[in-house]
Every structure is written in structure tokens, then in C-alpha cells.
């Protein structure tokens, strides 16, 4: 055997070993991306908009920024230009998210109907690519917040980063046994925490130093590599025959055949899909809470008391989200051995709850650094809840389900912020951690679904019952066996002659 054929046979081997890990190199690199852009075009577009008005975007007087000027018809210069950066930013933002919405509900039907998962990578990949490539064109021409729209409205119609935290959900899950997908998903919950706090430490020295035009070509080389891996290395995953789902195309119609199995998740008639329900309306609550609490510390931060640098502030996010991160990852091996979903979901929101408080009432800048150590279960409720959804639904139908519930991040994303800093600026002359007792208040809502879905598990019934009139795979409340137990379905066709009761035919299954 020659060496060429030798090393082809050793990187075959190579490739083969980390194959199930591609979906994670792909994971990080994307959201490495993602999160170096969020406050590059932010600053961009804030420096941009200093620069028509000839001011100076380096030294700026906090208070005269964040509070409106005595005279109501008399605004000062910082003042109307950072509200004009402000509204640019949500413009762009909504430009993104919008179409997103719709987007990763198409992905996800489409991944289902036609079998390819991948799509769910390689598509917001590929659309992240031309977002920072955009804006890198721009760099080299001129201002335009046209381009900029433009590039925000392509990445929303590649399905954002919400059509690949389906995407990679998806993977996640079926990769490994069930027992270990909690695990799996905290590993990727991990990757986006440590991304989220290396993006904001390189992007704001990176910016000071040299600009935004290395730092959008980075993000550049990490869109591309997460698109190469997601579309040529990533292998789609074999759904066994004995959970795949015979569907009927009948309509001759490509909508209808596509979004028709998508109805089924609005019909909550069974237990099954309800715990569902519960756990994505836990899951989208605390992301309002979650990404609400993080955009408006940066302006808390920056603003009275503390007055800190944006340098300082990132620094002080990243380390939150780097030790988030950790506790993320490395606890649930150890709460699975004692606890369930449920109640590891239940002991991050309370580290929400209480780091959340400390950093409301606290006004020492050196105790309000232990917020950093009551904060460090905050990602678990994230994994916890996506787990308790990919076990209660089959294979075949997690892209649709997974994007159904990402997309309501789409509009989170911007809505969040709007809402809380709205809370931030009404209370800001009275009281200004009143909107962080706020957000604890709403964390009453995740935590009231979190009970529905424990009170659930806790009455499950322990087996089967016989069900009363019709007894056929087409009616009554527990009998979506065409859709849950096709195995069931085909032991009962092929024994539809002898006397066997619907309690031992699902113990033999």
C-alpha cells in the first residue's frame, strides 16, 4: 500500500471518529460569527451615524446620551444621534428577524417532507456568509443603509440563526442515545456561551485597534467554514424504519403535502402533546426574560451608577457567559444521577431569579461581580427544555417541530430588547434595577409551564387502558398510533384475527 493511500485511509479514519462532532464545529463557528457581528453592525451603524453629524464617538458623557434634555423642544446633538442609531438598529434588526419567522417554518417542513436535514445547517450558513460579505463591500465603498438592510434581509430569508438551532437541535439529539441528548444539547448550549463571551472580547478590541474591516472578514471565514462543514462533511441522519411514518401525498399539491403534517402539533388531544406545548411556551418565556435581561444590562451598566467603558462591560458580559457556559455543560451529568428534566430546568431559573435580584439591588461594583457566580445555571433551562420536546415527539417529525419552536426566537430577538429597555427608560429616574425585579416577575411564567409539565409526568398513567367505543387507529384521544407507534400499528394488522388486548400488545412492543 502506498502512503497516499495510507494517509487517505488514516483521514477516512479521521473523518469517521469525529464525524458525529461536525454538527458542534459547525455550531461554534456559526454563533462565533453571529455574535461578532450583533455588536460590530451595532457599532458600525452607531459610528456611522456620529460621523454625518460630526461628533465624536469615542468620548461621550453617558448621562448626556441616555437622558432627554430639560428643554422638551430643545434636544442636544448626542442625544437625537444616539436615538437615531437606536432606531436604525431595530429597523435592521426587524428586517432580519421578520422574515426569518417564515423562513424556518418552511425549512423545517421541507426538511421533513424531503428527508434532508441539512438544509437546516448549510441554508443560515450560507446566508450568514453574505450578510458579513455585504457589509464588507460596503466598508470598501461607502456608507449606505440601504446595503445594510439588504444584507439583514438576506440572512432572515436564509432562516437566521434560529433555522440552525434547529438544525443542529435535530442532529444533536439523534446522535446519540436518548439518555444522553440532555447532555449533548448542554454541550452546544456551552459552544454558544463560549462563542458569545470570545465574539464580545475580540470584537470590542479588535474594533479599537484596527477597525471593522478585519473583524467582518473573520466573520467571514467562520460563516464559510460552518457552510463547508454543514453541506459536504455533515451525514444526514438514518431515520430507522421502525419510526418512520407513512404519509399520503394525495392533494398533488407541493403546500399542502409540505405544511399539512404540520397541522397536527396545534391538535393538543393527548397528554403527549400538551407536556409538548408546556415546554415550548417555558422555552420561548424565558428566552423573552433571557435576551430582554442581557441587551438592557449594557445599558445599565453604562449608565448611572457605574458609568462603565463598552470595553468593560463586554468583558464583565463575557465572563458571565464563559462560567454560564461551564455550569451549563458540566452539571447535568451529575443532576441527571438525581434529578429529571424538570427540576434541573427548575434550579437554572432560580439561579436566573436570584442572580437577576442581585444584580438589581446591588450598587457595589466589587459584590456586584458575585452575580457572576449566582448566574451560573442561567443556560440550563435552554438544553432541559428542548430535551423534554425531542422525547415526546418521533424522528420524522422534529425539523417541523424544532423550527416551530426556534421561530418565535426570530421576533424575541427584537422584540425582547424593545420591551425591556422601554421598562429601563420609564423607571430609570426612580429606580434604575426596577426593570431587573421586573424580569424576575415574568419568570413566574416559565415556571408556571415548568409545574404543567412536571404535574403531567407526575399523573402519568402508569399503563395502558382499554378504551371505550371505537377502538380503531383513527379516533379517540390516545390513539394516534399511526403517527407515534407504527410498530403497534403492524403487530395489530398481522394479529387482527386472534384475542389480544391493547395492554399486551404494547408490552411486547
Not at 380503531?472 to 386472534?498: F, H, I, K, R, Y
Request: proline share 5%.
Amino acid at each position: 500500500m502506498s502512503r497516499l493511500q495510507r494517509l487517505d485511509d488514516w483521514l477516512m479514519g479521521v473523518i469517521t471518529t469525529i464525524q458525529p462532532y461536525l454538527v458542534e464545529v459547525a455550531y461554534f463557528t456559526f454563533f462565533l460569527s453571529r455574535h461578532m457581528t450583533l455588536p460590530l453592525f451595532q457599532e458600525y451603524v452607531q459610528s456611522e451615524i456620529y460621523k454625518q453629524r460630526g461628533l465624536n464617538n469615542t468620548v461621550v458623557d453617558h448621562e448626556e446620551i441616555y437622558f432627554p434634555p430639560d428643554d422638551e423642544n430643545q434636544s442636544g446633538p448626542y442625544y437625537e444621534a444616539h436615538k437615531e442609531s437606536i432606531m436604525a438598529v431595530l429597523g435592521l434588526q426587524m428586517a432580519e428577524g421578520l422574515p426569518s419567522v417564515v423562513t424556518v417554518i418552511i425549512l423545517g417542513a421541507l426538511s421533513d417532507r424531503t428527508g434532508k436535514r441539512k438544509m437546516l445547517l448549510w441554508v443560515p450558513a450560507f446566508g450568514s456568509l453574505l450578510y458579513s460579505l455585504i457589509y464588507i463591500l460596503i466598508l470598501y465603498t461607502s456608507w449606505t443603509i440601504d446595503g445594510l438592510f439588504m444584507a439583514s434581509a438576506l440572512r432572515g430569508l436564509s432562516g437566521s440563526m434560529t433555522a440552525f438551532y434547529a438544525g443542529a437541535t435535530f442532529f444533536a439529539i439523534n446522535s446519540v442515545e436518548p439518555e444522553k441528548r440532555a447532555w449533548r444539547l448542554a454541550l452546544q448550549e456551552f459552544l454558544n456561551g463560549a462563542a458569545y463571551a470570545i465574539a464580545n472580547i475580540m470584537a470590542g478590541f479588535w474594533v479599537k485597534d484596527w477597525g471593522f474591516l478585519q473583524p467582518f472578514w473573520f466573520t467571514v471565514i467562520c460563516s464559510a467554514i460552518a457552510f463547508l462543514i454543514s453541506f459536504f462533511l455533515v451525514k444526514e441522519v438514518k431515520i430507522p424504519e421502525s419510526v418512520q411514518t407513512t404519509r399520503n401525498y394525495t392533494t398533488e399539491n407541493c403546500c399542502i403535502d409540505t405544511f399539512k403534517p404540520m397541522g397536527k402539533f396545534f391538535r393538543c388531544t393527548n397528554r403527549k402533546m400538551v407536556k409538548i406545548w408546556l415546554a415550548i411556551l417555558a422555552f420561548q418565556t424565558y428566552a423573552i426574560v433571557h435576551i430582554g435581561q442581557i441587551n438592557t444590562l449594557v445599558l445599565y451598566l453604562r449608565g448611572p451608577p457605574y458609568g462603565w467603558p463598552t470595553a468593560r462591560i463586554g468583558m464583565f458580559l463575557s465572563v458571565i457567559m464563559a462560567v454560564a457556559a461551564i455550569g451549563t455543560v458540566s452539571t447535568p451529568p451529575v443532576l441527571k444521577l438525581i434529578l429529571s428534566d424538570t427540576s434541573i430546568t427548575f434550579a437554572g431559573l432560580f439561579s436566573k431569579a436570584i442572580g437577576t435580584l442581585w444584580i438589581a439591588v446591588v450598587k457595589n461594583e466589587t459584590v456586584l461581580y458575585f452575580s457572576i457566580l449566582l448566574l451560573v445555571l442561567e443556560l440550563l433551562p435552554f438544553p432541559m427544555l428542548r430535551s423534554i420536546v425531542a422525547n415526546g415527539i418521533e424522528t420524522t417529525d422534529q425539523g417541523s417541530l424544532f423550527a416551530l419552536m426556534h421561530c418565535g426566537e426570530s421576533i424575541s430577538y427584537f422584540l425582547a430588547p424593545l420591551m425591556f429597555q422601554a421598562m429601563y427608560a420609564g423607571t430609570l429616574h426612580y429606580f434604575t434595577g426596577f426593570v431587573f425585579v421586573i424580569s424576575v416577575l415574568f419568570l413566574i411564567l416559565p415556571v408556571a409551564f415548568t409545574i404543567g409539565i412536571r404535574f403531567l409526568d407526575l399523573n402519568q398513567p402508569s399503563e395502558y387502558e382499554p378504551m371505550d367505543g371505537d377502538t380503531e387507529m383513527t379516533g379517540g384521544d390516545q390513539q394516534e398510533v399511526p403517527e407515534e407507534q407504527p410498530a403497534l400499528q403492524e403487530s395489530l394488522q398481522q394479529n387482527e384475527q386472534q384475542p389480544i388486548s391493547i395492554i399486551s400488545a404494547v408490552e411486547r412492543v
